[in-house]
């Protein structure tokens, strides 16, 4: 069974910075996009940032500048660091990976809540 794992999530004040982590366990066999989303309640889940096996990135454009991705393939593991955060940032933070296990499919972490509030 694969799971994935969060972690980073909390309160801070505007303009701070928060690190989120996401560690993929289980049965894998190897790991495509990993990536973040975030749902405010009521609206869809929408793409913070992506990351592929070899590196390649995409950010919505609300983020960029202020957050980066990475990923250490070697752990199973991405990160999302968040700059600059502003009250709008806030809402539950979700790990996606698409993984090939017994078959490919996308798996998703269980979220973390970011506020950002002063």
């Known amino acids: 069974q694969v799971r994935l794992v969060e972690s980073g999530g909390g309160l801070v004040q505007p303009g701070g910075s928060l690190r989120l982590s996401c560690a993929a366990s289980g049965r894998i066999f190897d790991i495509d996009t990993m990536g973040w989303y975030r749902q405010v309640p009521g609206k869809q889940r929408e793409l913070v940032a992506t990351i592929t096996s070899g590196g390649s990135t995409n950010y919505a454009d609300s983020v960029k500048g202020r957050f980066t991705i990475s990923r250490d393939n070697a752990k199973n593991t991405v990160y999302l660091q968040m700059n600059s955060l502003k009250p709008e940032d806030t809402t539950v933070y979700y790990c996606?990976?698409?993984?090939?296990?017994?078959?490919?499919?996308?798996?998703w972490g269980q979220g973390t809540q970011v506020t950002v509030s002063s």
């Open positions: 996606y990976a698409l993984i090939r296990s017994t078959s490919i499919r996308a798996f």
